[in-house]
């Protein structure tokens, strides 16, 4: 009889270990990510209404054409890409694959998204400045 009592998980996968070039490199590519996420709204100066609200653009993507296949966050990194005009130019993977992605949208989906990635952004600005008062 088993010992896994119906659930059973693969052996452990080995530790790597990590030097300190690695974690240092590690550190600063999470310090990179941290700079575009916290700013994730810019805000152009306009007329009366105080300007137009814009996402921000991310990091460049990767250039892994099978892992971004398969990536469970290919729709919303496609319609970001293309909602800041950033899908990179041939031969990166993205060229193709955010065309793709978002082919079978329509406009008004587009904009649904950009309207409710800026509202949740701006809510979270909200938030953070210590809420409505």
Known sequence: MSSCNGVCFPPPF????????????LVQLRNELVTYLREDVRREEGGEGGGEV??????????????????PHLLACSLHQRLTSAVP??????????PQATEHLAGAHLDF??????????EKEVWKDGGIR
């Open 113 to 122: 998204y950009r309207k409710w990635s800026l509202a949740t952004t701006l």
């Open 89 to 98: 130019g041939a031969p990166h993977a993205m060229a193709e694959l955010a």
């Open 54 to 71: 814009q996402l921000c653009a991310l990091p460049d993507p990767l250039n892994l054409p099978r892992a971004c296949r398969a990536c």
């Open 14 to 25: 080995p530790q790597v270990k990590a030097g300190v070039h690695e974690m240092r490199g």
